[in-house]
């Protein structure tokens, strides 16, 4: 199992520049995360997908767009790209287990993508 | 004010020591507490997993959470070089809350 892969793992755009982050996972998980890492910030949730077909606005959506394209694949798109929006890019999966309360659930982390925007 | 407040560090420790790592919150609804480790440019891995309040222990790691409080805690034993990492706590309702991380040192 690759677990949560995510490519690239770097890129440098310019201001306006547009780029789609991939990130994949092969754990048959329902649920995908895109979140943004900055110092002295933690982990913020961009976007996330419960199930595949629908998705929903984490914190901090504003300059993004997200496609859930199947089970397996969920990425993330910067239309036009601004210097705020340097940072690195986590995309996780997760599943919750359990008859609950309470459930059990693990979010399994990609590598992550470093993005510069000069 | 951040909903989840956790002391940056730098923190360092020699190989053998106790250490504590807490956060705070203000959200009282918050109901499943987390640990992360992550390693330096690596994606975040999880170490602990709490419901509600309480202890939950694994290994050298235990995790506590007092809510009347609003305060959680990991405490790692015996420290190793290997332990050295940032730790993020992270809460949920829905969706999840990090602090921003704890970057710590295990010298040999």
């Known amino acids: 199992n690759a677990g949560v892969t995510q490519t690239p793992k770097f890129q440098v755009l310019k201001t306006g520049q547009s780029m789609t982050l991939q990130c994949a996972q092969d754990?048959?998980?329902?649920?995908m995360y895109w979140y943004r890492q900055d110092p002295g910030m933690g982990l913020r949730l961009i976007y996330y997908?419960?199930?595949?077909?629908?998705?929903d606005k984490g914190e901090v959506p504003n300059g993004y767009n997200v496609s859930r394209l199947n089970k397996r694949e969920f990425s993330l798109r910067l239309e036009s790209a601004a210097p705020s929006q340097t940072s690195v890019y986590f995309c996780?999966?997760?599943?919750?287990?359990?008859?609950?309360?309470?459930?059990?659930?693990?979010?399994?982390f990609g590598p992550g993508t470093r993005l510069l925007v000069l | 004010q951040k909903e989840v407040e956790q002391d940056p560090g730098p923190l360092s420790v020699p190989e053998g020591a106790i250490v504590s790592l807490n956060c705070t919150y203000s959200n009282s609804a918050f109901q499943y507490f987390m640990w992360y480790r992550q390693y330096s440019r690596k994606g975040p891995e999880l170490l602990m997993y709490t419901y509600s309040s309480g202890n939950k222990e694994d290994g050298r790691f235990t995790a506590q959470v007092d809510k009347s409080s609003k305060y959680i805690s990991l405490f790692i034993r015996d420290s190793q070089p290997s332990d050295s990492a940032t730790y993020l706590c992270?809460?949920?309702?829905?969706?999840?809350?990090f602090g921003a991380g704890t970057r710590l040192t295990v010298k040999p």
């Open positions: 996780a999966s997760s599943e919750s287990y359990g008859q609950g309360p309470p459930y059990q659930e693990t979010q399994y």
């Open positions: 997908s419960a199930s595949e077909g629908t998705t």
């Open positions: 754990m048959n998980h329902n649920s």
């Open positions: 992270a809460m949920r309702i829905s969706d999840m809350r």
